[in-house]
């Protein structure tokens, strides 16, 4: 009967010690603790993918030290289970076939809602492409441990971490790693990919339609400024205005300021003059290195000229208010990239302004400057001093504000 007794109270304790762990863990954390533990967590994981993956071994924008770079690689075979050749390659190949139909995940081709929801999958099918992994893969880690651990036993980590979860936290550990695991598919591959590609802000109007999803690069590492990113590619530093914040660039600081990390590129910053009268060989050289930075001042000289120029257009009772309010957009964009049906609509606005046609018109000059590379440095100086007196002597006003800050770039 005792023995009954001391075999029912050890059963009895043995299923109250189980309860208690799955309850609480080994830590015994509140909901707070796991809260936090969490945040931190994905953020180091955002932080693995923007640092390492993305700005260093990707775009080659900074070297990493031996300590960050390898911390990076355990952490991201912890709670992604990606290889980064596969992560370089498929970044690689989105540049360099970006918008088009060999795009691994443009939501110009294959649309928003699959990029958006699909993100993940459209990932995994390029990363298994031997040819892109072959073709864009080059230089990224090939040792020991690469070879014998990270790639060959790649969801050995994503094991490792929900059971360190579940030890620390019990049963809602389960939860902490569902969201580890969703992070990045959710993040980057849905809302940069997908969102990053759709909707936002342009501050440069580069070749493709990435977009800034928000001024303040925090939650997914400084990645949210990704029509910065694509307009200057290698650079470590994804802000370029005032009120942006890359908090992605701030850690890389950190490293840098301790030896850790060693910046190799930062998207130029323009500079200016404001004494100089005359457009000169320092002029020329900046307007084309900053090429993006005054095409994008143009467009908001631009879009000046379309408000002054409103009211005219309204009473010209022939163009319907739809193609009034959406020809402001197609004034700012690229004109090589607009369709036939948005040239004609276009079109259609310029024949009842002349201020309009003409800032049209000098864009295009404007732009080909830094096109003509068959022409001489003395040829494109004087091209551009030409274009500045004919911007001058146009009579319009945003025109000539603009050729001023043009001729002032040093």
Same mark, same amino acid.
Request: aromatic residues 8%; hydrophobic residues 40%; glycine residues 6%.
């Given at each position: 009967m005792q023995g009954q007794r001391d075999e029912f109270f050890w059963s009895s304790h043995t299923l109250d010690t189980i309860l208690?762990?799955?309850?609480?863990?080994?830590?015994?954390?509140?909901?707070?603790?796991?809260?936090?533990?969490?945040?931190?967590?994905?953020? %180091?994981? /955002?932080?693995?993918?923007? &640092?390492?993956?993305?700005?260093?071994?990707?775009?080659? @924008? $900074?070297?990493?030290? *031996?300590?960050?770079?390898?911390?990076?690689?355990?952490?991201?075979?912890?709670?992604?289970?990606?290889?980064?050749?596969?992560?370089?390659?498929?970044?690689?190949?989105?540049?360099?076939?970006?918008?088009?139909?060999?795009?691994?995940?443009?939501?110009?081709?294959?649309?928003?809602?699959?990029?958006?929801?699909?993100?993940?999958?459209?990932?995994?099918?390029?990363?298994?492409?031997?040819?892109?992994?072959?073709?864009?893969?080059?230089?990224?880690?090939?040792?020991?441990?690469?070879?014998?651990?990270?790639?060959?036993?790649?969801? %050995?980590? /994503?094991?490792?971490?929900? &059971?360190?979860?579940?030890?620390?936290?019990?049963?809602? @550990? $389960?939860?902490?790693? *569902?969201?580890?695991?969703?992070?990045i598919p959710i993040n980057a591959a849905g809302i940069i990919n997908g969102i990053g590609h759709y909707w936002g802000y342009r501050n440069y109007d580069c070749t493709d339609a990435s977009t800034n999803v928000f001024p303040w690069g925090i939650i997914i590492g400084g990645e949210e400024l990704h029509n910065n990113h694509h307009t200057f590619g290698t650079s470590a530093k994804f802000s370029s205005k005032w009120y942006e914040f890359d908090i992605g660039w701030m850690y890389i600081c950190i490293l840098k300021s301790v030896g850790l990390a060693k910046v190799k590129k930062i998207a130029p910053a323009p500079k200016f003059d404001r004494k100089k009268l005359v457009a000169d060989f320092d002029t020329l050289q900046s307007v084309i290195a900053n090429r993006y930075d005054v095409m994008g001042k143009y467009a908001k000289s631009l879009k000046q000229t379309w408000?002054?120029?409103?009211?005219?257009?309204?009473?010209?009772?022939?163009?319907?208010?739809?193609?009034?309010?959406?020809?402001?957009?197609?004034?700012?964009?690229?004109?090589?990239?607009?369709?036939?049906?948005?040239?004609?609509?276009?079109?259609?606005?310029?024949?009842?302004?002349?201020?309009?046609?003409?800032?049209?018109?000098?864009?295009?000059?404007?732009a080909a400057i830094w096109d003509r590379s068959h022409a001489s440095r003395e040829q494109l100086l004087h091209q551009l001093q030409d274009w500045c007196v004919r911007a001058e002597a146009s009579g319009i006003k945003a025109l000539q504000e603009f050729s001023l800050r043009l001729r002032s770039y040093a």
């Open positions: 208690n762990f799955l309850a609480n863990g080994l830590t015994g954390a509140s909901g707070w603790d796991v809260l936090i533990y969490t945040l931190v967590v994905t953020h %180091l994981t /955002i932080l693995g993918v923007t &640092i390492y993956l993305h700005r260093c071994q990707a775009h080659r @924008g $900074l070297e990493l030290h *031996a300590i960050p770079s390898h911390f990076f690689r355990f952490w991201l075979w912890m709670t992604t289970g990606m290889q980064t050749k596969e992560w370089a390659a498929v970044h690689r190949k989105h540049h360099a076939k970006c918008e088009t139909e060999e795009d691994p995940h443009s939501p110009v081709t294959r649309g928003i809602k699959k990029v958006f929801f699909e993100g993940a999958e459209l990932y995994r099918i390029e990363a298994k492409n031997a040819e892109t992994t072959e073709k864009y893969g080059h230089g990224t880690p090939d040792d020991w441990l690469e070879r014998n651990l990270y790639t060959k036993y790649s969801t %050995l980590g /994503i094991a490792m971490m929900l &059971i360190i979860n579940v030890s620390l936290f019990g049963i809602i @550990g $389960l939860s902490v790693w *569902a969201v580890q695991m969703m992070w408000h002054d120029e409103l009211e005219h257009l309204k009473a010209k009772s022939q163009i319907e208010s739809r193609v009034l309010k959406s020809s402001r957009k197609l004034l700012q964009s690229e004109p090589a990239k607009l369709a036939e049906p948005q040239q004609q609509q276009l079109s259609a606005v310029l024949a009842h302004s002349k201020p309009l046609q003409t800032m049209h018109d000098m864009r295009v000059e404007l």
